[in-house]
């Protein structure tokens, strides 16, 4: 009995969560519109930061109740699944041709927060100097962002023509989402790590599991859902563009703010640096590096993506 309701609260912090962030990434990508960015800008900034929310809020609070693992695996796992899982299927459902200039520097910044976390497990811990290094990434990015939002905007590319007409009714709406969103990424993201513990300690399942696949999906269902809306609409510059945005932001900032408070590096075990990071690296190389070189995403990169992150899966679950 124990057990079912566990499980049951588990579930309802996914769905707290996933309903949470709709709304949170409903509201904030109205106040993006309404301030007329462009819409690569839009994926990148401020619908990654909405989606990246649940992951922030997960690894945060499991770092604060020393679940370690569970911090590093939602963080670093959630990456993985974002690539190998979501943006998989974006590129099978939605190949398209790209402009380099667009993609290159998230590309690089995403990488290089790749490979300092693949560092970070032959240290065995994420160390304070890598942890400034990656903050420093997250603030490239951010100011990247605006430098090519103002930019864009100069040229008059997307923007102000398209602004909504706003009325109060509308911004009461867009503010109640908002903040109703928020509250229950929060809530959620408290039950999902206090019931994954639970559930690990229960089933005799490693937290590090628990955090790269069940908690890493649950968490990264808003950036699913904001894809799947992308390819019903065929907008693959904001699906792609919301995914990398998501990744940094994951990789940059979740780790190292979980360490600062948690008071201490954070403890990377054998297993993780041997599986998890050198996966998400994999699929980050396969996902932007043929892109670059193409200036296209290509439907085989999606199927060997996808390919790949399965392998991981399997692996992940054997692995002792």
């Known amino acids: 009995m124990e057990l079912a309701w566990i499980i049951f609260l588990f579930l309802v912090g996914i769905i707290f969560i996933v309903k949470g962030g709709d709304f949170f990434v409903d509201a904030a990508s109205w106040i993006a519109e309404v301030s007329g960015i462009p819409k690569l800008i839009i994926g990148a900034t401020i619908v990654s930061l909405a989606t990246t929310l649940p992951e922030l809020l997960v690894s945060v609070m499991a770092a604060v109740r020393k679940n370690v693992d569970m911090a590093i695996g939602n963080a670093v796992?959630?990456?993985?699944?974002?690539?190998?899982?979501?943006m998989a299927i974006s590129l099978i459902c939605m190949p398209a041709v790209i402009k380099r200039a667009d993609y290159l520097m998230k590309s690089l910044l995403m990488l290089a927060a790749a490979a300092l976390i693949v560092a970070c497990g032959f240290l065995g811990e994420t160390g304070i100097g890598i942890s400034a290094v990656l903050i420093v990434i997250f603030l490239v990015f951010l100011w990247e962002n605006v430098t090519s939002a103002r930019r864009s905007m100069r040229q008059g590319q997307e923007g102000e023509k398209r602004r909504l007409k706003t009325g109060k009714k509308e911004i009461g709406i867009n503010i109640a989402k908002f903040v109703v969103g928020a509250v229950g990424?929060?809530?959620g993201a408290d039950l999902l790590v206090d019931n994954g513990s639970a559930l690990a300690a229960m089933a005799g399942i490693p937290e590090r599991v628990i955090g790269v696949t069940i908690i890493a999906v649950g968490t990264s269902l808003p950036e699913l859902i904001t894809t799947i809306t992308a390819i019903v609409k065929k907008q693959s510059s904001l699906s792609v563009g919301n995914i990398?945005?998501?990744?940094?932001?994951?990789?940059?900032?979740?780790?190292?703010?979980?360490?600062?408070?948690?008071?201490?590096?954070?403890?990377?075990?054998?297993t993780a640096a041997r599986i998890d990071l050198p996966a998400c690296l994999l699929v980050g190389c396969i996902a932007v590096i043929p892109a670059m070189i193409f200036q296209k995403f290509q439907k085989w990169q999606g199927i060997l993506m996808l390919a790949v992150y399965g392998g991981?899966?399997?692996?992940?679950l054997t692995a002792q």
Do not use: K
């Open 185 to 187: 990424i929060v809530w």
């Open 312 to 316: 991981y899966l399997c692996l992940t």
């Open 77 to 86: 796992g959630s990456v993985t699944a974002n690539i190998g899982l979501i």
């Open 244 to 270: 990398l945005g998501a990744n940094i932001i994951d990789l940059s900032l979740i780790l190292p703010l979980s360490a600062l408070v948690s008071g201490q590096a954070l403890p990377i075990t054998e």
